[in-house]
């Protein structure tokens, strides 16, 4: 893996085909043609530090896209990942306190509770996280099967974010299967704004939404998405797939920064802040 973003003199001097010696995370050029190890990528990812006024919650996402704009293949987003996309992927639930994430992608992606990593152990304990990241599902009518893993066998409670107006006996059945219900909506759905004031108020400040591209549209159109982690698959699908984001459209687009650019194999690895 190497650093294209930001540039500095040693990457600059870099030719193609140059770079091939070891370093540490300070030093960009010298990670060229290696896989960076985790403790190198969390230090990449690390989310932004605490403020006067104490840690603010930020969103970040993480999603995967091919060159002609495919979120998926197959309504899956594996055959477009790598083994690289899939150490960030890691590496970025292990930053979080929650990953945040919808019901449909919770039922086609086969979703399961985050793990204890014992790569991770100290890094988190030091942040004082717990050993794994909560999973959050945003779900209007609560249709999930509560006796899948991820409601019956999690290291932390799961969470379900719904609104007021959602049926109780859904509810009752969430929270008999060990669910921790959070209302974050005045109507069926969600308000993208309250889940994150919610979740701040539950302790996780450090949010990770791994979409889908529903939910992250709603995310993107209320204006509380702080990062983009998009990984650019050179892989081209044409189909009919989802983007990344979907839902109506803003009135203005919101215009993003790029933060920095990693590359391997031809997979690009873009992290982009709110300006």
Same mark, same amino acid.
């Given at each position: 893996?190497?650093?294209?973003?930001?540039?500095?003199?040693?990457?600059?001097?870099?030719?193609?085909?140059?770079?091939?010696?070891?370093?540490?995370?300070?030093?960009?050029?010298?990670?060229?043609?290696?896989?960076?190890?985790?403790?190198?990528?969390?230090?990449?990812?690390?989310?932004?530090?605490?403020?006067?006024?104490?840690?603010?919650?930020?969103?970040?996402?993480?999603?995967?896209?091919?060159?002609?704009?495919?979120?998926?293949?197959?309504?899956?987003?594996?055959?477009?990942?790598? !083994? #690289?996309?899939? @150490? *960030?992927?890691?590496?970025?639930? %292990?930053? =979080?306190? +929650? /990953?945040?994430? &919808?019901?449909?992608?919770?039922?086609?992606?086969?979703?399961?509770?985050?793990?204890?990593?014992?790569?991770?152990?100290?890094?988190?304990?030091?942040?004082?996280?717990?050993?794994?990241?909560?999973?959050?599902?945003?779900?209007?009518?609560?249709?999930?099967?509560?006796?899948?893993?991820?409601?019956?066998?999690?290291?932390?409670?799961?969470?379900?974010?719904?609104?007021?107006? !959602? #049926?109780?006996? @859904? *509810?009752?059945?969430?929270?008999? %299967?060990? =669910?921790? +219900? /959070?209302?974050? &909506?005045?109507?069926?759905?969600?308000?993208?704004?309250?889940?994150?004031?919610?979740?701040?108020?539950?302790?996780?400040?450090?949010?990770?939404?791994?979409?889908?591209?529903?939910?992250?549209?709603?995310?993107?159109?209320?204006?509380?998405?702080?990062?983009?982690?998009?990984?650019?698959?050179?892989?081209?699908?044409?189909?009919?797939?989802?983007?990344?984001?979907?839902?109506?459209?803003?009135?203005?687009?919101?215009?993003?920064?790029?933060?920095?650019?990693?590359?391997?194999?031809?997979?690009?690895?873009?992290?982009?802040?709110?300006?």
């Amino acid at each position: 893996m190497r650093r294209l973003f930001p540039v500095t003199e040693e990457t600059a001097a870099q030719a193609p085909g140059e770079g091939r010696r070891t370093g540490d995370a300070s030093a960009p050029g010298g990670l060229a043609g290696r896989e960076w190890t985790l403790a190198e990528l969390a230090a990449a990812y690390a989310y932004p530090e605490p403020g006067a006024a104490g840690r603010a919650p930020w969103l970040r996402a993480n999603m995967v896209s091919t060159l002609d704009g495919a979120a998926q293949h197959e309504g899956r987003s594996q055959p477009i990942s790598s !083994a #690289a996309d899939m @150490r *960030i992927f890691g590496t970025l639930r %292990a930053l =979080a306190d +929650v /990953v945040v994430v &919808g019901a449909e992608t919770v039922r086609q992606e086969g979703y399961r509770p985050a793990r204890a990593r014992t790569e991770f152990e100290a890094l988190r304990e030091a942040a004082g996280q717990g050993p794994a990241p909560a999973i959050a599902v945003v779900t209007a009518s609560l249709e999930l099967d509560f006796a899948l893993p991820l409601f019956t066998s999690p290291l932390v409670p799961t969470l379900i974010l719904t609104g007021a107006a !959602a #049926a109780p006996d @859904r *509810i009752a059945a969430a929270e008999k %299967a060990g =669910a921790r +219900v /959070v209302i974050a &909506g005045d109507g069926m759905g969600i308000d993208p704004a309250r889940a994150v004031r919610a979740l701040a108020e539950l302790g996780h400040t450090r949010l990770l939404t791994e979409g889908g591209p529903r939910l992250l549209g709603q995310f993107v159109a209320s204006g509380v998405l702080d990062e983009l982690c998009l990984t650019v698959s050179p892989m081209l699908t044409a189909g009919d797939a989802q983007r990344i984001a979907g839902g109506p459209s803003v009135r203005v687009p919101h215009r993003f920064t790029l933060a920095s650019l990693l590359e391997e194999d031809g997979f690009l690895f873009s992290r982009y802040r709110r300006t």
